[in-house]
Antibody, heavy 127, light 109 residues
Framework: QITLKESGPTLVKPTQTLTLTCTFSGFSLSTSGVGVGWIRQPPGKALEWLALIYWNDDKRYSPSLKSRLTITKDTSKNQVVLTMTNMDPVDTATYYC???????????????????WGQGTLVTVSS | SYVLTQPPSVSVAPGKTARITCGGNNIGSKSVHWYQQKPGQAPVLVIYYDSDRPSGIPERFSGSNSGNTATLTISRVEAGDEADYYCQVWDSSSDHYVVFGGGTKLTVL
């Protein structure tokens, strides 16, 4: 059974750095084709993808937020950490981590999707 | 960057068929995934790889993808299907990143 849970501060001040931890169970992030992603959702708005880290430690970031994001993994602890610098009130959102699975055709990865999600954690940015 | 366009809202009567579209440039060449999100809950995967259903998702949910439009179809709509629906692709053409559509609010009349 795959489960994920986000943890971190619920309130951060503008200009501070946010650090969120995703602790998971039921899978290994060293398994080929597996990834963990971060997605956020401002209140009343749409989902926004932030970052994705793959089993081979390859990392991808949202182009619009790339300069502010860092994603890392600790396979031994079953954790993925996301840091976001220079937080602003517009970054107020529920932040989700999710297990990502790939589809491979003839040895080539063609897509990733998110099949298990954490419950999310609301982060408010305010002074 | 790749853009996915969804209608903000779709309304349907109970028992009827709802169709939610997701538009993108040559989206038929990509794999599309769909998520259902009810208020206060995390998203749930309902369709992956254009038309496959995860275990536990009713057969009433189906998907298709061709040309510039992918479609999520919900047959025999129930009150419990009322939710926001998001499409998603993995864009391998550029820097391998994830894109979500803007979401569609499904209202069951």
């Amino acid at each position: 059974q795959i489960t994920l849970k986000e943890s971190g501060p619920t309130l951060v001040k503008p200009t501070q750095t946010l650090t969120l931890t995703c602790t998971f169970s039921g899978f290994s992030l060293s398994t080929s084709g597996v990834g963990v992603g971060w997605i956020r959702q401002p209140p009343g708005k749409a989902l926004e993808w932030l970052a994705l880290i793959y089993w081979n430690d390859d990392k991808r970031y949202s182009p619009s937020l790339k300069s502010r994001l860092t994603i890392t993994k600790d396979t031994s602890k079953n954790q993925v950490v996301l840091t976001m610098t220079n937080m602003d009130p517009v970054d107020t959102a529920t932040y989700y981590c999710a297990h990502s699975r790939s589809i491979t055709i003839f040895g080539v990865v063609t897509t990733y999707y998110f099949d298990y999600w954490g419950q999310g954690t609301l982060v408010t940015v305010s002074s | 960057s790749y853009v996915l366009t969804q209608p903000p809202s779709v309304s349907v009567a109970p028992g009827k068929t709802a169709r939610i579209t997701c538009g993108g440039n040559n989206i038929g060449s990509k794999s599309v995934h769909w998520y259902q999100q009810k208020p206060g809950q995390a998203p749930v995967l309902v369709i992956y790889y254009d038309s496959d259903r995860p275990s536990g998702i009713p057969e009433r949910f189906s998907g298709s993808n061709s040309g510039n439009t992918a479609t999520l179809t919900i047959s025999r709509v129930e009150a419990g299907d009322e939710a926001d629906y998001y499409c998603q692709v993995w864009d391998s053409s550029s820097d391998h990143y994830v894109v979500f559509g803007g979401g569609t609010k499904l209202t069951v009349l």
